[in-house]
């Protein structure tokens, strides 16, 4: 673990003095685990990112119920609307 010194308006130390209490934490802790956390999601977003590109370069292969692909009449055929 590294220590670090931050400055913050006295409001916001209230704040989060109260609010790392509230959880039976100190403020380091608190802090630590709220910033691994948001680390956590931002990885997890950047990893589903480049899963998905990767998946959308690479073409979508149809599979068609029995083998028949469906005739343009089929596709637009709404039957609400007759």
Do not use: C
């Amino acid at each position: 673990m590294k220590n670090i010194t931050i400055t913050l308006p006295e409001d916001v130390v209230r704040w989060l003095q109260i609010k790392a209490a509230a959880d039976e934490r100190s403020v380091s802790k608190w802090l630590a685990e709220l910033l691994e956390s948001m680390q956590r999601q931002e990885d997890e977003y950047e990893i589903a990112m480049k899963r998905f590109l990767t998946r959308a370069r690479e073409p979508r292969k149809i599979e068609w119920i029995d083998g028949h692909k469906p005739t343009r009449e089929e596709l637009y055929d709404r039957p609400g609307l007759r």
